[in-house]
């Protein structure tokens, strides 16, 4: 099936997901995950007006920055501080902030570039051993810490929870993260407390993710097909 094919099977289930659960359709954003996939790729998703891609590798990202100016690229990588600079300068969000160091490192190359940046909390929602993020129970403590830093304007949480086959067990974790981001918001830790952003969902799970509140989600495999290794 074509690329383009794809994102039209996608928005189509967007839109019946949202509106089966009485949610506005145009809350939820698609993030088309282009990592290790080619440019050619990338250009037939935005001839198909896809203009919103997710990458995961800070210098295959920059390469494809050079060559595609019409589009705008979150980070959803792991993120060295040492690779903040680029990362600050390439991204219109960053969506793996789960520690101070980063937000300090990330703070201190956007003050040099006189420019904000959105970004995300990642949370280790399901306690997974093998994943980045914050613990849920030190989620509040780092927004209250990327408060102090000017340049950064935490949106909202972003997860990858435990993989699973049982897309009953992916939903509690989803849950978790919505529960966690409206306990957040009561206390005001985010830019925008009315408009606080989730991004979870990927290929296998997204419906049930926009079932549970999404507002990004990272969509791969299910418009490029798999990776190449
Ligand atoms: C690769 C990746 C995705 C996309 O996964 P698919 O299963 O291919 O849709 C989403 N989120 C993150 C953080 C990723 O690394």
Known sequence: MSIRKNIQNIREAITE????C????????LLAVSKRHSIESIQEAIAAEQFLFGENYIQEAQGKRERISNANFHFIGHLQSNKA???AEIFSMVETVDRIKLANALNKHLEKLEKKLDILVQVNIGYDQNKSGVAPEQTQALLEKIQSLP?????????IPPFSTNLEETRVHFKNLRKLSQKCATKNLF????NVELSMGMSHDYTVA?????????????IFGTRPV
């Open 17 to 20: 997901t949202a509106i089966a």
């Open 22 to 29: 009485n949610r506005d359709p145009a809350t939820i954003k």
């Open 85 to 87: 600079k680029v990362a």
């Open 151 to 159: 340049q950064l304007r935490a949106k909202g949480l972003m997860t």
């Open 191 to 194: 830019f925008d407390n009315n």
């Open 210 to 222: 926009i079932e549970e509140g999404s507002t990004f989600i990272r969509v791969g495999t299910a």
